[in-house]
């Protein structure tokens, strides 16, 4: 268990292997920026697959020694991000992170049926959130993928937060199905969904985990707020993981984290496919790329026997 992000950055560091991260389309100033600090505290082995010149020319730049970096020649960042995700898939790495590539590009290459990392399961994104005053770390999905999902993609996002919050060593993850309140109101279709995920837990359909909800944020995560308004369950106040009902909601938490808690870190990953990936925001800070990194291995370092 982790109380917070740096908890999780020495993990990685303390890995008795380092994991084996390709970057597609490496010529990225933040993205060999946050590697060079990765592979300096031996967290990962870089292999960098792009336009050798600008990874180079960028790595001189930042510092990034390319002696301890397999740097794999491919101008094209559609044809890097295929060959990047190809080599995750065939066991040549252990994760794959986004470098100066669209998202929709490298998810693209992530879903290939042939060369992909696709398991047939919804992909979703999960971000670890350690804000200053809560005394312990969050993990909050789907805040960067999935716009609206439905009832089904919901259980797949919760179970995908749940694999990824259990490979980092939480052996049942509390999760808190977010609403606007804490009653089931006909008239809110977050709250319907809520309480459906919440039954659908105690049936077995999501595995792993205690599920509760609707929950409002406040009493999903402060037992004071719970107890006051008389909420009786084993996730009010103490939720590990938080399910937001909207990529909208979930946006703005983000953001709020980010923005308002100025000694807040953050970190993300995709999960639902073969392997973790690292897809990072063009506006994250260096902090957060380096902090989604050592996550993302940890995690990696989690789903092998």
Known sequence: MYNNMQDIVDAAKSLPNRQRLVVAAAQDPDVLEAV????????????????????????????????????IPETDAILAARRAVAMVAAGQGDLVMKG????????????????????????????????????????MTDAAMNIAPDLGQKVQIVQNA???????????????????????????????????????????????????GPLALDNAISLHSAQVKGINSPVAGHADILMVPDIEAGNV?????????????????????????????????????????????????????
């Open 36 to 71: 060079r600090d990765a592979v300096d505290w031996g967290i990962v082995s870089a292999i960098l697959v792009g336009d050798p010149e600008k990874i180079a020319a960028i790595a001189g730049e930042v510092g990034l020694p390319l002696e301890k970096c397999t740097v």
């Open 100 to 139: 100066k590539i669209g998202t929709a590009d490298i998810l693209r290459a992530v879903l290939d049926k042939e060369k992909g990392l696709r398991t047939g399961r919804l992909l979703s994104h999960v971000t670890a959130l350690d804000i200053q005053g809560i005394g312990r770390l969050l993990f």
């Open 162 to 212: 749940v694999d990824v919050v259990r490979a980092l060593g939480f052996e049942r993850p509390k999760v808190a199905a977010l609403a606007a309140v804490e009653l089931v109101n006909p008239d809110m279709p977050a709250a319907v969904e809520a309480a459906l995920l919440a039954k659908m837990a105690d049936r077995g359909q999501i595995k792993g985990a205690i599920v509760d």
């Open 253 to 305: 938490l983000y953001k709020s984290a980010v923005y308002f808690g100025r000694e807040s870190r953050v970190a993300g990953v995709i999960a639902g496919a073969r392997a973790p990936v690292v897809l990072t925001s063009r506006s994250d800070s260096h902090q957060a790329k380096l902090d989604s990194i050592a996550f993302s291995a940890v995690y990696a370092a989690g789903l092998k026997p």
